[in-house]
């Protein structure tokens, strides 16, 4: 795929938009970034799923994780038990997406979660 000015553009907006989600909230920037890149530029759902986590690995870990820091709002030893299985769920979630699920399969999987947690969202007391 050939990287034009207003691909740059969008991946620019979508980075910017996305990041500002996932700082402010603390929920994945995903829920942003992975529907703009199948909306916007035609990629499919693997692949967006795959740059969004190519992306988010550094910056996440250095400094969102850094400012949670220095506010008192972080746990390393939660944080290091968490990421052990999470390391291990996404490897099995990654390996499993990319060779058992369609990419249509997987674009409404993706959805309902959303749907889901959106609801979960609203209707909380």
């Known amino acids: ?13 979508i980075g910017f938009f996305g990041g ?7 929920v994945g920037g995903g ?9 916007f530029l035609g990629v499919t759902q693997h692949k967006a799923q795959g ?3 190519g992306m988010v690995t550094l ?9 949670y820091y220095k506010s008192g709002n972080f746990n390393f030893k ?3 038990i968490l990421l052990g299985t999470f390391i291990i769920g996404s490897f099995l979630g990654s390996f499993i ?3 058992y699920i369609s990419d249509k399969t997987l ?13 979960k969202i609203i209707f909380s007391k």
């Open 31 to 39: 829920i942003i970034i992975i529907p703009s890149l199948v909306f």
């Open 1 to 13: 795929m050939e990287i034009t000015t207003q691909h740059i553009l969008i991946l620019l907006a």
């Open 97 to 99: 997406a990319n060779h």
């Open 51 to 53: 740059i969004y986590l």
């Open 20 to 26: 500002i989600i996932s700082g402010t909230f603390g």
């Open 78 to 80: 939660y944080s290091l």
């Open 107 to 119: 674009q409404k999987i993706f959805g309902i979660l959303m749907l889901l947690t959106s609801l």
């Open 59 to 67: 910056p996440v870990f250095i400094f969102a994780s850094y400012n």
